[in-house]
């Protein structure tokens, strides 16, 4: 006969389920799309969370898989199989610990085709680093030569699709930045979609490739509008030229 699966006490369960209800809470994700991670029915989550059923240790192992932290608080129970301390974002951010995104971290300096002059390239900085109060990575522009459109946001990293997206919310009006993730030497390719700020209130959607450089790569950056007399401009200019003839990105045009 199979050897039954060990249930946890009623005290050991009880911690357990308020685990998790923390844990769905702050990735603002649904029981059903936890159940459908851990592989369990709907109906047997929402039994144990609400102590109509206690905790198997199979369950709860699979739970813990899902949510990548260790759920069992006692050392005496069974060994721990993730670290309670894992930081991780919130399932519309890509659901990723800090660890998998620590070598997005850092600062970069920021290259674009300037919006409003031919052959020149705009560059400024722009920080990303781990939040620990929203337990994410979070990112900040510095040094714009045009302050009052200085960007700040939330970085997505989904495994799906392997890219990451920068992106600024600020009253439902989206700017995103969709990077590589980091070549070798750190670098990120891909594009801009945002709006130009053109006479009056006029704002037209208008999108370019971009590219992140760490800072170290870059010894003595230029900032603000960069022309061609520029000692910057030509390693600049390549990096976004690598953007589309690799290419990172696509720019379709009739």
């Known amino acids: 006969m199979p050897t039954p699966d060990k249930q946890l006490s009623a005290e050991q369960s009880r911690q357990v389920a308020e685990t998790i209800r923390e844990e769905i809470a702050r990735r603002r994700i649904s029981r059903q799309t936890l159940a459908e991670q851990a592989k369990l029915s709907l109906s047997t989550l929402e039994k144990v969370l609400g102590g109509r059923r206690p905790f ?115 009253h439902g009006q989206h700017r995103v930045i969709t990077v590589s993730r980091p070549r070798n030497s750190g670098e990120m390719y891909g594009i801009i979609t945002t709006l130009l700020a053109g006479r009056g209130s006029v704002l037209t959607p208008i999108a370019a490739p971009i590219a992140l450089l760490p800072i170290k790569n870059v010894p003595n950056p230029s900032l603000g509008r960069v022309l061609s007399d520029d000692p910057n401009h030509k390693l600049y200019r390549e990096h976004l030229r690598r953007t589309v003839d690799e290419p990172f990105a696509i720019l379709l045009q009739d």
């Open 56 to 170: 198997t240790l199979a369950t709860t192992v699979r739970l813990e898989q899902a949510l990548g932290v260790s759920l069992r608080k006692l050392p005496d129970v069974i060994p721990m199989v993730a670290s309670a301390n894992v930081e991780v974002a919130p399932d519309s951010l890509g659901s990723y610990s800090r660890r998998s995104v620590a070598r997005i971290e850092g600062t970069y300096i920021t290259v674009r085709p300037s919006f409003g002059e031919k052959g020149a390239i705009y560059a400024y900085r722009t920080e990303i680093a781990w939040d620990d109060a929203a337990s994410l990575l979070a990112f900040r522009e510095g040094e714009r030569q045009d302050s009052d459109y200085t960007q700040f946001g939330e970085v997505a990293v989904p495994n799906e699709s392997g890219f990451v997206y920068l992106v600024t919310n600020r």
